[in-house]
């Protein structure tokens, strides 16, 4: 399994960006897909997920960019996009795809990361 994201790159304050993984090789529908972002010095937290539960997608997002960032996948092209609006200089960072099985993100499969900096 390969996840190769894109997208990244540098935008002022109350800009967006709009992020893409491509994922390719053994994932299917019911995988969680997640984006998670790493800025220097701190450890790597998670943005934010999409899953099926029961049929039913669900999003899941982290508080500090409710509201400001949306997750979707297109399952037909394998890939799994991050909107980013309204964006504040804390989400600089490197930002990370993930799937796995579960939201647990255990055994996650993870892409190369695309640097987002956004300047105030």
């Known amino acids: 399994v390969q996840l190769q994201a894109s997208g990244g790159g540098s935008v002022q304050a109350g800009g967006s960006l709009s992020l893409s993984c491509s994922i390719s090789?053994?994932?299917?529908?019911?995988?969680?897909l997640g984006w998670f972002r790493q800025a220097p010095g701190k450890e790597r937290e998670f943005v934010a997920s999409i899953k099926f539960n029961w049929k039913v997608e669900r999003t899941d997002y982290a508080d500090s960019v409710k509201g400001r960032f949306t997750i979707s996948r297109d399952n037909a092209k394998n890939t799994v996009y991050l909107q980013m609006n309204s964006l504040k200089p804390e989400d600089t960072a490197v930002y990370y795809c993930?799937?796995?099985?579960?939201?647990?993100?255990?055994?996650?499969?993870w892409g190369q990361g695309t640097q987002v900096t956004v300047s105030s």
């Open positions: 090789g053994g994932i299917d529908s019911n995988y969680a």
């Open positions: 993930a799937a796995d099985r579960t939201t647990k993100w255990a055994r996650a499969y």
